[in-house]
Every structure is written in structure tokens, then in C-alpha cells.
């Protein structure tokens, strides 16, 4: 079975612009959750999705979104850039998202701000 | 507040020796899943282990086992006959119900060297 699968790999983005990061999930998984891991923070919730609905989010401000399709696949958006958002963002996803599932993650995806 | 603790930012451990990464956790959650993750420098987060709150056993998984002491809330993970590749940085994690869903926290990390 394919695990999960995160496009692009790297990322190299200007302030202000946009970004669009996708995340395909292991088959049958429903959850998808977004993390972003930098060296100060660590790894920081961002979002989760479930049946195309956002379950639950993390403490970030509303230019960063994300939405799930009815196959699962989830994309994250972050709108005007900063460089503060240079980071590795990974997802994860579950059967269903209950603390007792295992959450698998993709290879990440790395994204700089200049 | 929900909230890991790894006291260790970095372990050293001769090859074929076993070693001890800590975690202790805080949570109000009367059900929850303890997890332990390895993070090589290429970033992808590696599942090694489960542990669920209400499992009365310790959590095994070849050479991984987790210390789970439910009364002092923490969950250590010792790896037993360390190799090279074990090299990486080491997360404890725990998930637990939170309004509407279910969310993943990340102790800091613990970076593990092994040594030749």
C-alpha cells in the first residue's frame, strides 16, 4: 500500500506571494491533519480534516487554510507569505482521526521564504 | 493544557547498547494514544510505536518498547541493541480528544547519536 504523499518536495516562495501544498493520503485513510515544524517551534498543529470537514485547528492566523476533496486529498494554503513561514510542513493521516489510530506521515514538504 | 516533555535534547549511546529516551505527558483527557516517532535528518516522521491509555501492557515492537507508567503520566521508549541507523531525532507524541476532533501534540525531540 502507498504511504502518503506530499507535492512538492521543496518549495522556494517570496514574501507576499502564495502557496499551495498538497497531501495524498494512504488509501482508505479519512483524516488528514497539517503540521509545520521549525527549529524554534518544533511541530505545531495546523489542521485537521475529516470527510471534507475541518475537525479541529491549531493557533495560526487565518492566512493559512486548508481543504479536504471527497477522495481524501487535502490541500494547505498560506496567503502573504512571511518569513517567518519558512518551515518543513507535514501531513499525516489516519483511518478515521481518533487518538487511537496511528497517524502516518508524508516526506514533508519544505518550504523557504525570501 | 495538554503538554509533553522530552528533558533530553541530545543522547549518546555506544552501538549495541540500549538506551532510554524520556517523556512524561499532561492531560485532562480521560482516554488518549501515546506515540513515539523517529525523524532522520531526511524530515519524514517514522512511526516506531503505540501505546493506548487504557492498554495494560507495554507497548513492544521489535527492537522498541515503551515504559508506560500511567500514575506518573510517562511513557519512556527504550531502544534495546542500538545501531547506526537508529541516529535521529526521537519525538514522544500524544493524542487525545479536543473539541471536535482529535489533535496531535510533539515533545521538542530528543536527538539520538549512536556510536561506532
Known amino acids: 500500500k502507498a504511504g502518503v504523499t506530499q507535492t512538492p518536495r521543496y518549495l522556494i516562495k517570496t514574501r507576499g506571494q502564495q502557496v499551495t501544498l498538497s497531501c495524498s493520503p494512504i488509501?482508505?485513510?479519512?483524516?488528514v491533519s497539517w503540521y509545520q515544524q521549525t527549529p524554534g517551534q518544533g511541530l505545531q498543529f495546523l489542521f485537521e480534516?475529516?470527510?471534507?470537514?475541518?475537525?479541529n485547528k491549531g493557533n495560526f492566523p487565518g492566512r493559512f487554510s486548508g481543504r479536504q476533496f471527497s477522495n481524501s486529498r487535502s490541500e494547505m494554503n498560506v496567503s502573504t507569505l512571511e518569513l517567518g513561514d519558512s518551515a518543513l510542513y507535514l501531513c499525516?493521516?489516519?483511518?478515521?482521526?481518533?487518538?487511537?489510530?496511528?497517524?502516518?506521515f508524508g516526506p514533508g514538504t519544505r518550504l523557504l521564504v525570501l | 493544557a495538554q503538554k509533553i516533555t522530552q528533558t533530553q535534547p541530545g543522547m549518546f549511546v555506544q552501538e549495541k547498547e540500549a538506551v532510554t529516551l524520556d517523556c512524561t505527558y499532561d492531560?485532562?483527557?480521560?482516554?488518549?494514544?501515546l506515540f513515539w516517532y523517529k525523524q532522520p535528518s531526511s524530515g519524514e516522521m517514522i512511526f516506531l510505536i503505540y501505546?493506548?491509555?487504557?492498554?495494560?501492557q507495554n507497548a513492544t515492537e521489535g527492537r522498541y518498547s515503551l515504559n508506560f507508567q500511567k500514575a506518573r503520566k510517562s511513557a519512556n521508549l527504550v531502544i534495546s541493541a542500538s545501531q547506526l541507523g537508529d541516529s535521529a531525532m526521537y519525538f514522544c507524541?500524544?493524542?487525545?480528544?479536543?473539541?471536535?476532533?482529535?489533535?496531535?501534540?510533539f515533545g521538542a525531540g530528543t536527538r539520538l547519536f549512536v556510536k561506532a
Open positions: 499525516a493521516s489516519s483511518l478515521s482521526g481518533t487518538g487511537e489510530e496511528t497517524q502516518y
Open positions: 492531560t485532562s483527557d480521560p482516554s488518549y494514544g
Open positions: 501505546q493506548g491509555s487504557y492498554d495494560q
Open positions: 480534516y475529516f470527510s471534507e470537514t475541518q475537525r
Open positions: 507524541a500524544m493524542r487525545g480528544r479536543n473539541t471536535g476532533g482529535f489533535k496531535t501534540i
Open positions: 488509501s482508505g485513510h479519512r483524516s
